[in-house]
């Protein structure tokens, strides 16, 4: 019983210095109203294609493809026309 005694005395004296230093905000009221609008109404969402990691992909395979085509050509033996 003391310790809830202690707890709300501090919580009104924590209360009682916000109070002092905080002071209340008048939003303009057309702010309001578009907030109030915009989160009233439902969002339209856009999605957007991932172009930059296809073709990240596309570069990283034909980088990988041209590079073991260029390894089977230097390595393949060297036929001599007779």
């Not at 991932?50 to 590079?67: D, E, I, K, P, W």
Request: hydrophobic share 45%; charged share 25%.
């Amino acid at each position: 019983m003391a310790a809830e005694q202690v707890n709300d005395e501090v919580l009104q004296r924590i209360e009682e210095r916000l109070r002092s230093q905080l002071h209340p905000v008048d939003p303009d009221p057309e702010f309001v109203l578009r907030l109030q609008r915009r989160l009233a109404s439902t969002p339209r969402i856009t999605l957007e294609r991932s172009v930059g990691l296809m073709r990240a992909l596309l570069s990283v395979g034909v980088g990988v493809f041209v590079g073991a085509l260029l390894l089977w050509f230097l390595r393949r033996p060297v036929q001599q026309a007779e």
